[in-house]
């Protein structure tokens, strides 16, 4: 139990300082407490967090919350762009995301 804590005490003191979004991209941190980061973020629609979750979608580990949270916050532009990416996953996620909004004019974009 003690080594628990002495491993556990330093790991939450560090996540203290930082905000969700440098805990998004903080390498230090675990693929899971990186994606706990990313939920917290989930519903915010600020400019500098969609402009996080953008560069999220680059990282596999918080790829699909990364997506949601732009499909959420209502992000469309930035998941057009990700269509752009060289990631078949990343644009396969926003294209499931783009889909969801099920907007005709969205198709063409879909599309291609």
């Not at 400019?47 to 499909?71: F, H, I, Q, T, Y």
């Not at 269509?83 to 879909?110: C, H, Y």
């Amino acid at each position: 139990m003690k080594t628990l804590i002495f491993f556990l005490v330093p790991a939450l003191a560090i996540c203290a300082d930082q905000t969700p979004v440098q805990r998004l991209f903080d390498a230090k941190l675990t693929a899971s407490q990186r994606a706990t980061a990313c939920f917290e973020l989930r519903g915010n629609s600020e400019p500098d967090v969609v402009s996080a979750m953008g560069k999220a979608l680059e990282d596999p580990a918080v790829l699909s919350c990364a997506a949601d949270n732009l499909r959420i916050a209502g992000a469309i532009d930035t998941l057009k762009q990700a269509l752009s990416n060289q990631d078949g996953q990343v644009r396969a996620a926003a294209v499931r995301q783009l889909g969801t909004f099920q907007k005709p004019e969205l198709l063409e974009v879909i599309s291609q």
